[in-house]
């Protein structure tokens, strides 16, 4: 069966950003087809009237003045500035380059963004699964069959979703890369789900992560609140056994002050596990605080834990009446116009936290309602993994409503290049909102305090109005 061709931009990381004609950065740059180096427009046809050939200047590929003008317009130039594109907006489905992607103000300012490259490399990560299922040799026929088993895969199928992804790309430029993305990923994920993908593994029989895999789910009830630590353990569903380590008075920095829990690989396959933990109040039915992470396991090897998962007395608490007396006093504090009820909350040691993948949680604070807050931050990204970090605010418990909300990265020095998103957002308990891209893993040095510290400061208050600003 003949290969489909399927057309992708160029990756623009690798991508050297000077004209290899007049040496400084291109403005509306051109790439050759070949050997694809790039050049301004305005240095390609100058050159083309002083040699007198329509070729490319490294790799003598004929071309012409018409096909470059073309590439100037549609390809990878941004539309305002000139420059090499590099990122898109995710709401207007236009390509940006990196001035227009920092610009705090103008029609992307407030816009969710991601870099082209990110996304070429799902599309390419998930068009190399198709066709995995299609066919290929030794592992890849076992996943081929594991797939085909639990997706009902068929290669008919794959090699007609391949077909209708060339059809969606047939020039592979950013532009049109951005335009079809729903398209192309739609079809991806009809045939090949995202992240299909073996474990880490030595062994002869190498376990797999099905498609959407779910949590394996464990719950246990601590008896003994005053015991210094109780541990439990169980098995999940690929013969892996853990041991989970509950200290209800707190360990470490928790110590005496909130409820720290543990995570340990007793037995089973090493490897990169996401796993999360979710205290409930006294009816089992409700949860009180949820924490979620990453971390490299090895057998016997604890996780890094959550040493305050929640703090004691909110533990304790008892919840029953809390919805209502917080929906009351949200009612009654709409039109008072408070301040800001502000934290702040300081990430320790960053780039061995961005290195582990961490997702760190603030204390539970509490509002003018005395509704439970929380900031999460995802130090390696939430979408986009190693180009930014980001940040949530997530209500705990309380009552629904409207809010007005901000979330501020702290400049060490100068108080006006702090980084501050705020808004109006309608939260409904355990729901929460961020910014995946809060800000650029390049620039996050700037921002550091002390050894290797960032400070966050966030707030709420009852919205006056009830609308998204």
């Not at 970090?389 to 990265?409: H, Q, R």
Request: net charge positive; glycine share 8%.
């Amino acid at each position: 069966m003949a290969q489909v061709e399927i057309k992708l931009p160029l990756e623009l990381d690798k991508v050297e950003i000077n004209c290899m004609i007049c040496l400084e950065e291109m403005s509306f740059p051109v790439f050759c087809r070949q050997c694809k180096q790039g050049t301004c427009f305005d240095c390609l046809v100058l050159w083309f009237g002083q040699s007198g050939k329509q070729e490319c200047p490294k790799c003598r590929l004929q071309t012409s003045i018409g096909t470059v003008a073309l590439e100037r317009k549609t390809q990878y130039s941004c539309p305002r500035e000139g420059h090499l594109v590099r990122y898109f907006c995710q709401q207007c489905d236009e390509c940006l380059c990196r001035e227009c992607y920092t610009a705090g103000e103008g029609p992307h300012g407030r816009h969710a963004k991601q870099a082209l490259d990110d996304l070429r490399r799902e599309i390419f990560d998930g068009i190399g699964r198709i066709r995995a299922v299609i066919g290929g040799g030794g592992d890849g026929d076992d996943l081929s069959r594991l797939l085909s088993t639990a997706c009902s895969f068929t290669p008919g199928g794959c090699q007609k979703a391949l077909s209708t992804i060339a059809g969606l790309l047939p020039c592979g430029n950013p532009q049109e890369m951005v335009r079809q993305r729903r398209a192309v990923l739609a079809e991806i994920e009809k045939v090949a789900p995202v992240k299909t993908v073996p474990k880490v593994t030595q062994g002869k029989n190498p376990a797999y992560i099905l498609p959407n895999e779910k949590f394996f789910e464990y719950r246990c009830q601590v008896k003994s609140p005053s015991a210094t630590f109780q541990s439990y353990t169980a098995e999940d569903l690929h013969g892996n056994r853990w041991e989970l380590t509950v200290y209800p008075q707190g360990f470490s920095d928790g110590q005496g002050r909130s409820v720290s829990v543990y995570l340990t690989l007793a037995a089973g396959q090493p490897g990169r596990y996401e796993y999360s933990y979710v205290m409930y109040e006294g009816s089992g039915l409700k949860p009180l605080a949820e924490y979620l992470a990453v971390d490299n396991f090895v057998v016997g090897s604890k996780s890094q834990g959550c040493q305050r998962l929640v703090q004691i007395d909110q533990a304790k608490r008892p919840m029953a009446a809390m919805g209502p007396k917080c929906a009351t006093g949200l009612i009654a504090n709409k039109n008072k116009n408070l301040p800001f009820k502000s934290f702040l909350y300081t990430v320790r040691d960053y780039p061995a936290q961005r290195n582990a993948d961490r997702i760190l949680f603030s204390n539970l604070m509490y509002d003018h309602q005395n509704m439970a807050w929380r900031l999460r931050v995802d130090c390696n990204g939430h979408q986009e993994k190693g180009q930014f970090c980001s940040a949530y605010l997530v209500l705990l418990n309380g009552a629904e409503g409207w809010f007005d909300i901000f979330i501020k990265l702290v400049h060490p020095t100068i108080p006006e290049l702090s980084i501050k998103r705020e808004l109006t957002h309608y939260f409904t308990v355990h729901s929460s909102w961020g910014v995946p891209h809060f800000i650029d893993q390049m620039q996050i040095n700037d921002f550091m305090i002390g050894p290797n510290q960032l400070k966050f400061e966030y707030g709420m208050r009852p919205a006056r109005f009830n609308q998204e600003r």
